[in-house]
Nanobody
Framework: QVQLVESGGGLVQAGGSLRLSCAAS????????ISWFRQAPGKEREFVGG????????VYVDSVKGRFTVSRDNAKNAVYLQMNSLKPEDTAVYYC???????????????????WGQGTQVTVSS
């Protein structure tokens, strides 16, 4: 079983950048597809972006394409979400999640992910 811990959230002005980290313990992260989700108050949890086990494939929701980048460093057992050109509508709690069944397929469905971090708050002011 893998434990996930997110960090790097905070308050930033619109147009700014943040880099979220997802650190793993218990098992090596290279055994999992990792995705980032977010949940704003009163809204459902939304897929943001994900990365395959090798890092060779990434998928993003349309609203963040060109602004957000998911990457991974399997040697450091970590996955990152670089967020640029942030907008107020990006405000949410951001979660990383691990899917142990897939290799290259990156599902956008939250129930497919077996392990979740506790989340980190990102607030973008206008």
């Amino acid at each position: 079983q893998v434990q996930l811990v997110e960090s790097g959230g905070g308050l930033v002005q619109a147009g700014g950048s943040l880099r979220l980290s997802c650190a793993a313990s218990g098992r090596t992260l290279s055994n999992y597809v990792i995705s980032w989700f977010r949940q704003a108050p009163g809204k459902e949890r939304e897929f943001v972006g994900g990365i395959s086990r090798s890092g060779g494939r990434t998928v993003y929701v349309d609203s963040v394409k060109g602004r957000f980048t998911v990457s991974r460093d399997n040697a450091k057992n970590a996955v990152y979400l670089q967020m640029n050109s942030l907008k107020p509508e990006d405000t949410a709690v951001y979660y990383c999640a691990a899917d142990q069944e897939s290799f290259t397929m990156i599902t956008t469905t939250a129930v497919r992910y077996e392990y979740w971090g506790q989340g980190t708050q990102v607030t973008v002011s206008s």
